[in-house]
């Protein structure tokens, strides 16, 4: 396994930082933009991860129990400053040198109950596209 930061954890972190309302977004939003910004589905593996790491690393709030994903002020300001002037593909070009500049990322025990992320990504598909440019 990798120790170092992934472009799948930026993918996640851009997901639910970008353009981010103050409550955050659901699980189905998030699965949403992620395939606005990347035009491919997370996987559970990518998205449980980078949210472990994510929340070790005090960038982003994930809660499941009542389905809230949002950036914390630090992630917030991250996604911020480096995304200035850039479109809304600009993630792929600085978010993963932002992350790699934290140093490495920590791990906390942060889950899903089984079956939650495959019914987020059903109720996407089902619903089409209109969620993915939503709050």
């Known amino acids: 396994m990798a120790t ?9 972190f851009s997901a639910i930082a970008g353009d981010s309302t103050d409550d955050g977004r659901t699980l189905s939003q998030v699965v949403a933009r992620a395939d606005g910004i990347n035009h491919a589905l997370l996987t559970e593996a990518e ?14 709030e994930a809660r499941p129990e009542t389905d809230r994903y949002r950036p914390t002020e630090a992630g917030r300001e991250l996604y911020r400053q480096r995304m200035r002037r ?4 600009g993630w792929i070009d ?7 500049r934290l140093g490495e990322p920590g791990d906390s025990d942060w889950s899903l109950t089984p079956g939650v992320f495959d019914r987020a990504t059903q109720q996407y598909l089902h619903h089409g596209t209109a969620a993915a440019g939503s709050g």
Do not use: K, M, N
């Open 86 to 89: 850039r479109g809304l593909f």
């Open 4 to 12: 170092g930061w992934t472009t799948s954890d930026a993918w996640v």
């Open 94 to 100: 600085v978010i993963p040198a932002a992350l790699r």
């Open 47 to 60: 998205f449980t991860r980078a949210v472990r790491r994510l929340t070790a690393s005090r960038l982003v």
